[in-house]
């Protein structure tokens, strides 16, 4: 024991304040909560006024009508989570769909996730790096559907694992107001390592998250956001590289820098989360689902293929030109022949459950003489697969 | 899970001793405290099942503490309103003089590890920085203080 324990042992022995007791706590509580509305509700008079200024001086000025709304509401945030909720639908549109990011996975509602119909879940830990940029792209799409207090618990992501001591904030004592939907996050750890070589754990899956969580994601991995059972994320859905040195306020200030990787990761994150999103809104959409990037961002979930993915009109096999046609037709036909093989090696799944493949090779031969309606001097592309099946399945049909 | 009622008689006493001696502030200190603590109430549901509430709590009150210390420096700007001078009572006077020549963080870690009784880990997280951090920051506290922050048993 220090000296300095042993001296303010007398402090706490004889406290310096009294304590109030649990009552007051409530009453403190309720008077918060009250200040807040007023604060709130002042603040939105005074935007109107501003707004109706502003609109009265410049009539040319475009209007949008989720901005008062908005501004309002996130006056209590600090300025980088402003930031995640300012960035403007030009800046979507500029972002679009990077092909570094991934699509959303489109799942099928069930009667056993029924409860978590019309509910955003965010199930991550603050230890996770990969949680770290999800939690950010979450932020910049739901600022855009409701708003975010108490958003003040920073954190670093672990120091010993992958993207080490990314800046994020953790979503423990966050609240989302929207009148589109709920948000229920839970962040499983924090980034505190416990004595058993993991880290302490926060706070624990309602009965219906976990349902959903089982369903929709069998690896159990993080982070992991399911959209009211339509569209879910697994993992981060970018890299989250684009963090790494970075401070949250350079974070928020890249958000509306259209060209900088972290707005190419988060805000393109962003595009898909919103478009899904508005899948879930009933009755009247909000502006944001009548954007251009969120229009192209719907036909991609649909498709669930990323329209600026390498290769993407690869999932087509081309057609082969006729005989006679210039060597150039040729070579370009060659050319896509071998995106298409490598797209459908890279997605390829074994149909037989019971064999699993170990290597996939896609392999070009020019060929000599003519083959089948392809002439001499062009390279032909063919698949090979290395893999095996259970004893029990050989003689069934392989792969 | 602990109740709140029970968490809340054991911890108060100490949050406030710990916070005060990093402040230097009684006011600020209670504010804090009372304000996180009111907080925790409310939701003590989720935050009573955490590993460490009253790492939750302390980080809590210092973001609160931190939030009143700047509304206060603006309204001495804006009003030129007097910040009074800490008037600290007896033996947290005598305390305070000692580890007044620490910096805001040094003493935040060196309270919450010597007064909070929290570990190196649990201190990361409450301040937002890493366990490295809080090493290299207790070691430099101690380079300047002393006997006072060792340990007894050390030689």
């Known amino acids: 024991m220090s000296q300095l324990t042993r001296l303010s042992q007398a402090l706490i022995d004889e406290p310096l304040a009294p304590r109030p007791n649990v009552d007051e706590l409530w009453t403190r509580s309720r008077r918060r909560h009250q200040r807040r509305r007023s604060a709130t509700a002042g603040l939105l008079a005074l935007v109107v006024i501003g707004a109706f200024s502003i609109v009265k001086i410049e009539d040319s000025s475009p209007s949008s009508p989720n901005s008062s709304k908005n501004i309002a509401a996130s006056v209590q945030l600090a300025s980088y989570y402003r930031a995640a909720g300012a960035v403007s639908n030009s800046t979507f549109d500029a972002v679009g769909l990077p092909s570094n990011v991934a699509v959303p996975t489109k799942v099928t509602p069930s009667i056993s996730t029924v409860a978590t119909n019309g509910v955003v879940s965010y199930v991550g830990a603050e230890y996770c790096p990969y949680c770290a940029i999800q939690r950010w792209a979450l932020l910049v799409a739901l600022s855009k559907f409701g708003s975010f207090t108490n958003l003040d618990n920073q954190v670093l992501s672990s120091s010993s694992d992958a993207y080490p001591g990314l800046a994020s904030w953790s979503f423990v004592g966050a609240k989302y107001t929207s009148t589109y939907f709920t948000f229920d996050p839970t962040e499983l750890s924090s980034s505190t390592p416990s004595t058993n070589g993991g880290y302490q754990s926060l706070e624990k899956m309602s009965a219906a998250q976990q349902r959903a969580f089982d369903k929709y994601n069998p690896q159990a991995g993080l982070p992991f956001v399911d959209m009211g059972n339509h569209y879910v994320t697994l993992g981060a859905s970018a890299s989250p590289s684009v963090l790494e040195g970075l401070t949250l306020g350079d974070i928020g200030g890249d958000l509306s820098n259209a060209t900088s990787p972290v707005a190419q990761a988060i805000d393109g994150t962003a595009n898909y989360l919103i478009a899904a999103l508005c899948t879930m809104v009933q009755g009247t959409t909000p502006a944001i689902c009548a954007t251009l990037a969120t229009h192209v961002a719907s036909k991609a979930l649909d498709s669930g293929v990323s329209p600026t993915a390498k290769n993407s009109s690869a999932t087509v096999a081309p057609t082969q030109p006729p005989t006679n046609a210039p060597m150039s037709v040729w070579k370009k036909w060659s050319d896509e022949m071998h995106a298409f093989l490598l797209a459908g090696a890279a997605n390829f799944r074994a149909p037989n459950s019971a064999c699993t493949i170990s290597r996939i090779d896609v392999t070009g031969r020019k060929l000599t003489e003519p083959l089948l309606g392809v002439p001499a001097g062009v390279t032909e592309w063919a698949l090979s697969f290395t893999g095996k099946c259970s004893p029990q399945n050989q003689g069934n049909g392989g792969l | ?155």
Not at chain 2, 13 to 30: K, P
Not at chain 2, 112 to 126: P, Y
Request: one cysteine or more; charged letters at 30%.
């Open chain 2, 1 to 155: 899970m602990e109740s709140f009622d029970a968490w809340y008689s054991r911890e108060h006493d100490r949050m406030i001793a710990t916070l005060v001696l990093s402040t230097g502030d009684v006011e600020l200190a209670v504010e804090g405290v009372d304000e996180a603590c009111s907080r925790a109430l409310e939701r003590w549901t989720r935050v009573g099942a955490m590993e460490s509430p009253t790492g939750w709590v302390y980080r809590v009150a210092i973001n609160h503490a931190r939030r009143v210390a700047r509304r206060r420096g603006m309204e001495h700007m804006v009003f030129r309103k007097q910040t009074p001078i800490p008037d600290l009572p007896g033996p947290v006077g005598d305390l305070w003089e000692l580890v007044e020549s620490l910096s805001e963080r040094q003493r935040q870690v060196v309270m919450l590890r010597h007064v909070a009784d929290m570990k190196e880990s649990e201190i990361g997280a409450v301040l937002g920085i890493s366990r490295g951090t809080v090493s290299s920051t207790l070691h430099d506290a101690h380079q300047r203080l002393g006997r006072l922050l060792n340990d007894d048993d050390e030689p």
